[in-house]
Nanobody, 122 residues
């Protein structure tokens, strides 16, 4: 059983940066791949980034590649998403998720956080 709590969302101007964190409970965090997903109003939840249990490899959606960085600290049971050069199109609720499988499919992830709102103003 894994419980996930995101933090770090907020309001930022276009071109700015935000750093999201996702703290996990449980002693088996380092056996899970972790992912970040987002859902904008009226849209389906979409994949953002994923990281293997060891920290590599990582994977990114084309829309965020080069701007976002996913990382993890297994000693702190935490996964991070550094978001740079934000645009209004990045506005969404961001969710972290844990999976034994990893990958880009939300259905692979059995544990989800409650989400944190990111709003980018133009």
């Amino acid at each position: 059983q894994v419980q996930l709590v995101e933090s770090g969302g907020g309001l930022v101007q276009a071109g700015g940066s935000l750093s999201l964190s996702c703290a996990a409970s449980g002693r088996t965090f380092n056996s899970y791949a972790m992912g970040w997903f987002r859902q904008a109003p009226g849209k389906e939840r979409e994949f953002v980034a994923a990281i293997n249990w060891s920290g590599a490899p990582t994977d990114y959606a084309d829309s965020v590649k080069g701007r976002f960085t996913i990382s993890r600290d297994n000693a702190k049971n935490t996964v991070y998403l550094q978001m740079n050069s934000l645009t209004p199109e990045d506005t969404a609720v961001y969710y972290c998720a844990a999976s034994r499988l990893g990958g880009r499919y939300a259905s692979n992830y059995g544990y989800w956080g409650q989400g944190t709102q990111v709003t980018v103003s133009s």
